[in-house]
């Protein structure tokens, strides 16, 4: 095995493992402030992903040339634009069903999801849609044919996604906002009759989350080119994967799960079968959680008496 093409496989499995991460991030924090999944949440990534074409698409008509401002309003418009759709999936799919069965807003979840995907194929249509290549450089290091090179779309995508992840640490861990999340995610009902505005703290999630899989859908779009009505489905099974692999519910365990999957998927497509990548990631998943239920950073789960 050549280093070259390892080393390779690595930058690309960090870079794909970085944007699961950001998605997974969406489904740990639904998860731990009221327990249940947002099934709908890939799909909010998909249509982030048709805004930054939009956005692209109206910005250039207008003659705006400047690549960063360019790319600066369509990351604004396209988070606050998503976040809207992450507060009204919690409005319409989650409130009205928080205190009934568990399985009763799974499914509503699912209802969504499939709402938005038949919205979206009726608006856009169901061809694949494309964007143009804004930024093209690479870094390449060695001569020949060994060399390994870095794209600077990977770097931007590796490096959002860690900004992403330290903001939204301290913003739980050390923010008044984050310590009313905390309090919600341990005690609802205790947490209203302090005081907590429990109904807005869970929408404020919804919010959050959905924020960073448009910063996800921008910066996978820009990098692959090209998307469908129906790619949040498959992108969000796989983040919902990389969010139980590091342990649901803890930020770092998204990102530590989405880099294990983006690692696995890359190194075992290249070095033994890509039409098995996807068996193999979660044949690991199945092992990891037979040994650790809970997850690689999670934590079991203590019943409130």
């Known amino acids: 095995m050549d280093w070259y093409i390892l080393i390779q496989q690595l930058i690309n499995g960090l870079t794909l493992g970085s944007v699961?991460?950001?998605?997974?991030?969406?489904?740990?924090?639904v998860y731990g402030i009221i327990g249940m999944i947002n099934f709908a949440h890939g799909?909010?990534?998909?249509?982030?992903?048709?805004?930054?074409?939009?956005?692209?698409?109206?910005?250039?008509?207008?003659?705006?040339s400047s690549i960063p401002f360019l790319l600066l309003c369509t990351v604004i418009i396209t988070i606050a634009i998503t976040s809207v759709y992450g507060w009204a999936i919690e409005r319409v799919a989650y409130?009205?069903?928080?205190?009934?069965?568990?399985?009763?807003?799974?499914?509503?979840?699912?209802?969504?999801?499939?709402?938005?995907?038949?919205?979206?194929?009726?608006?856009?249509?169901?061809?694949n849609q494309g964007v143009p290549t804004l930024i093209d450089q690479v870094f390449?290091?060695?001569?020949?044919?060994?060399?390994?090179?870095?794209?600077?779309?990977?770097?931007?995508?590796?490096?959002?996604?860690?900004?992403?992840?330290?903001?939204?640490?301290?913003l739980i861990h050390k923010s008044d906002l984050g310590r009313r999340c905390r309090a919600t995610q341990q005690d609802r009902i205790m947490a209203g009759i302090l005081g907590v505005n429990t109904d807005r703290i869970i929408s404020i999630t919804f919010v959050i989350g959905s924020a960073m899989a448009a910063i996800a859908g921008v910066l996978v779009t820009l990098y692959y080119g090209s998307f469908d009505f129906y790619v949040g489905f498959i992108t969000g099974i796989k983040a919902f994967t990389a969010a139980v692999l590091g342990?649901?519910?803890?930020?770092?365990?998204?990102?530590?799960?989405?880099?294990?999957?983006?690692?696995?998927?890359?190194?075992?497509?290249?070095?033994?079968?890509?039409?098995?990548k996807d068996v193999f990631a979660f044949s690991l998943l199945v092992l990891i959680l037979i040994f650790k239920p809970e997850g690689i950073l999670g934590t079991p789960e203590t019943e409130k008496v």
């Open 140 to 170: 390449r290091i060695g001569d020949g044919d060994a060399f390994v090179q870095i794209t600077y779309l990977q770097i931007i995508i590796i490096s959002v996604s860690v900004v992403s992840m330290i903001l939204l640490t301290f």
């Open 247 to 276: 342990g649901i519910g803890s930020l770092p365990g998204a990102m530590l799960g989405g880099i294990i999957l983006g690692l696995s998927e890359s190194l075992f497509s290249s070095f033994v079968n890509t039409d098995y």
């Open 95 to 127: 409130r009205p069903l928080r205190d009934s069965t568990r399985l009763a807003p799974l499914i509503s979840a699912i209802g969504m999801s499939l709402v938005l995907q038949n919205y979206v194929q009726l608006a856009q249509g169901a061809r």
């Open 43 to 64: 799909d909010v990534y998909m249509v982030s992903a048709y805004l930054t074409a939009i956005s692209i698409a109206v910005f250039t008509f207008f003659g705006i």
């Open 20 to 29: 699961y991460g950001l998605i997974a991030v969406g489904y740990t924090m």
